[in-house]
């Protein structure tokens, strides 16, 4: 606007030093053809000025959308560059930062921890310099009271000095033990804060670190009832493993949490290293938060039967059965304690019921087919054993060429025709 004023200006100079200049050299004329003239030279100027004013009008306009143009590109560019970097930097910042937090967090645990000793033992010095001081002014009080009370006493006789020194004494104590229960307690709360601060990164790793074990746990150990079809000494080696990691970090970390379903999966990799008594203090940990557990009671019991503890085997499969009455492995697991202690009438009705629940459960036939065996009743045992062998019968044949209690019948046609020899 102020470029178009200064234009206007300089035109109306001009359009007025060239009307001068042709009114010197024309010849005068009347004064009323000079009025007319005059009127019509300002007419031609003020259309000459709107002229030009619209000119520049238009040339700022262009100027400035051809600007407006241009800065709006820029924005728009500068924009996009802007959108893009709001959308990286906040992963590049969480990367470094995840990076970084573990380095700089066991810096910080170590740093704060014994930065804590330091102050610790600082505010203990501290406080034993101020109570010996303290004691050492209190003394020099209460010697100077006793010495006036002295004086006092052997002024009127009336004081007892003895009752004196006792009230002193135990004002002093009583004001003693109020400010050492006071700094005490000061010290205690920042020290508990700190504490837990530090404790709440530690066990969070630990947990990490625990559900990370667990799930391996998950993946190696097999059920309880495979157990008996397991060989793998490299998968048992690993569960050894795990199981001791699982124990440094509980150690380290007493406050660590266990679920009832991490005491489960230990008692079971216990179970599977042939650590019997540690699996069934894990199962017992299970039973104590959840008493109706039905597979820490039968857990227990395949630990039990394992340390040859079968009445107590007997009882945990029991209790099992009470809780899920139409699961076979209860049933199964109870005939097992019962073959064990020679009962083998009431371990068959055991394992009919399992096999009730789950008919294609060869262990169960090969187990009630040993039941008939040992009570010498042959026919019953070759025809449940003929049942498990259809189920599974490579390995069943391998485990009754090599069990001593089929020796009974082993040179008989029937059962060479079982196992395939």
């Known amino acids: 606007m102020k470029i178009k004023n200064q234009v206007t200006l300089t035109l109306l100079v001009i359009i007025t030093f060239i009307s001068t200049a042709s009114a010197q050299t024309r010849p005068a004329t009347s004064s009323v053809d000079q009025r007319i003239k005059q009127l019509e030279q300002l007419q031609r100027e003020k259309e000459i000025k709107d002229f030009i004013e619209q000119e520049i009008e238009s040339e700022i306009d262009r100027s400035v959308g051809e600007r407006f143009e241009r800065t709006t590109g820029l924005l728009d560019a500068n924009l996009t560059v802007l959108n893009f970097w709001l959308i990286v930097a906040p992963v590049l910042v969480t990367i470094a930062f995840i990076f970084f937090r573990q380095m700089i967090l066991k810096e910080w645990v170590s740093h704060t921890k014994k930065q804590l000793e330091e102050e610790l033992q600082a505010k203990q010095d501290y406080i034993k310099i101020e109570l010996q001081n303290y004691l050492d002014r209190k003394n020099k009080e209460i010697k100077k009271i006793i010495i006036e009370e002295e004086h006092e006493m052997y002024k009127d006789m009336k004081i007892n000095l003895d009752e004196i020194e006792q009230q002193l004494r135990k004002q ?130 395949w630990a039990l ?117």
């Open 172 to 301: 002093l104590t009583n004001q003693l033990e109020v400010i050492f229960k006071d700094v005490k307690e000061h010290i205690q709360e920042k020290v508990e804060n700190i504490e837990e601060s530090i404790l709440e990164d530690i066990l969070s790793d630990a947990q990490i670190k625990k559900a990370n074990i667990f799930q391996q746990l998950s993946i190696l150990t097999p059920s309880l009832w495979k157990i008996p079809d397991t060989n793998q000494p490299d998968i048992q080696h690993k569960i050894q493993l795990l199981t001791k990691q699982l124990e440094e970090l509980k150690a380290k970390n007493p406050q660590l949490f266990f679920t009832v379903d991490d005491y489960l999966k230990q008692g079971d990799a216990l179970f599977f290293e042939g650590r019997y008594e540690d699996a069934i203090v894990s199962y017992d940990k299970v039973i104590k938060k959840q008493p109706l557990c039905y597979l820490a009671w039968a857990s227990r019991g």
């Open 305 to 421: 039967r394992r340390l040859a503890r079968y009445e107590e085997a007997l009882q945990s499969y029991e209790k099992a059965i009470d809780i899920k009455p139409k699961d076979n492995l209860g049933w199964y697991g109870k005939a097992n304690a019962l073959r064990e202690l020679q009962r083998y009438d009431e371990a068959i009705v055991a394992y009919d019921q399992s096999l009730n629940f789950n008919p294609t459960f060869e262990w169960a036939w090969y187990r009630k087919a040993r039941c008939y065996l040992l009570k010498g009743d042959i026919n019953q045992a070759l025809e449940n054993f003929a049942e498990a062998i259809k189920l599974n019968p490579d390995k069943l044949c391998q485990i009754a060429k090599n069990d001593g209690d089929w020796d009974v019948i082993r040179d008989s046609d029937r059962f060479k025709k079982l196992i395939g020899q």
